[in-house]
């Protein structure tokens, strides 16, 4: 399994953007699709975007459509969510997940994990 380590999470107004970066290593990701989920306080964990590795190719859930990028550096081995235009309702623990290369929106395409990073939106 790839180790995934999500970093860049903070508190930002409302209005505001942030950049999440997420770092894989100990894997190769060439047949893989790169994700990020989001889980707000009693809610289920949300898919958000996912990029092919291989590609590039980019896919979005409703709630990010329009003010999130999501995007890789491979020589860097590092997948970015750039979120901008952010609303109190984005606030949530936001993971890094690497899968199968379908760019699926539920968690069981995705056998590795990030510990997530705690994103909170002040209105």
């Known amino acids: 399994q790839v180790q995934l380590v999500e970093s860049g999470g903070g508190l930002v107004q409302a209005g505001g953007s942030l950049t999440l970066s997420c770092v894989a290593s100990?894997?190769?990701?060439?047949?893989?699709?790169m994700a990020w989920f989001r889980r707000a306080p009693g809610n289920a964990r949300e898919f958000v975007a996912a990029?092919?590795?291989?590609?590039?190719?980019?896919f979005y859930g409703d709630s990010a459509k329009g003010r999130f990028t999501i995007s890789r550096d491979q020589a860097k081995s590092t997948v970015y969510l750039r979120m901008g235009s952010l609303k109190p309702e984005d606030t949530a623990v936001y993971y890094c997940?690497?899968?199968?290369?379908?760019?699926?929106?539920?968690?069981?395409?995705?056998?590795?994990w990030g510990r997530g990073t705690q994103v909170t939106v002040s209105s």
């Open positions: 997940a690497a899968g199968l290369p379908d760019m699926v929106v539920v968690e069981t395409g995705y056998d590795s």
């Open positions: 100990g894997g190769t990701l060439s047949d893989h699709a």
């Open positions: 990029v092919r590795w291989s590609g590039g190719d980019t």
